[in-house]
C-alpha cells in the first residue's frame, strides 16, 4: 500500500518562503508524474504545478511561475515545493498527489492515483 506523506508546512509573513516535502512510503511504483494541488476554504482543489517522475519535467500553474519550483529526489521518492515570495493568496492547505499514467491532462485531479492528508500553509499580511 502507497502512503502520500507531506511536510513543512506552516504560518509564514507575506514575502517569506516555505519548503514542502512529500515522500511515497510503502510499495513503490514507477510514477508518471506528481504534483502539488492546493485548496483554499469555499474553492476547487486547483493544481500548483506537476513534474515528470523519469524526465524532471516541470509544468506550473501560472499563478505561481517564477515563485514556485518543484524538483524531486527518485531516490528518496519524494518530491519538494519550494515557495517563495509567498502571498496572502497562496494560503490554502497544499496536497501532493502521485500518477501512475498520463491519462488526462496533469491539471486534472482525476488523473491523480495517490494522495496525500494534505499540509497548511497560511500567509499573513
Known amino acids: 500500500q502507497v502512503q502520500l506523506v507531506e511536510s513543512g508546512g506552516g504560518l509564514v509573513q507575506a514575502g517569506g518562503s516555505l519548503r514542502l516535502s512529500c515522500a511515497a512510503t510503502?510499495?513503490?511504483?514507477?510514477?508518471?508524474?506528481m504534483a502539488w494541488f492546493r485548496q483554499a476554504p469555499g474553492k476547487e482543489r486547483e493544481v500548483v504545478g506537476s513534474?515528470?517522475?523519469?524526465?524532471?519535467?516541470?509544468a506550473y500553474a501560472e499563478s505561481v511561475k517564477g515563485r514556485f519550483t518543484i524538483s524531486r529526489d527518485t531516490a528518496k521518492n519524494t518530491v519538494y515545493l519550494q515557495m517563495n515570495s509567498l502571498k496572502p493568496e497562496d494560503t490554502a492547505v497544499y496536497y501532493c498527489?502521485?500518477?501512475?499514467?498520463?491519462?488526462?491532462?496533469?491539471?486534472?485531479?482525476?488523473?491523480?492515483?495517490?494522495w496525500g492528508q494534505g499540509t497548511q500553509v497560511t500567509v499573513s499580511s
Open positions: 498527489a502521485a500518477a501512475l499514467t498520463a491519462r488526462t491532462s496533469f491539471s486534472n485531479p482525476r488523473r491523480y492515483d495517490y
Open positions: 510503502g510499495r513503490t511504483f514507477s510514477w508518471y508524474n
Open positions: 513534474i515528470t517522475w523519469t524526465g524532471g519535467n516541470t
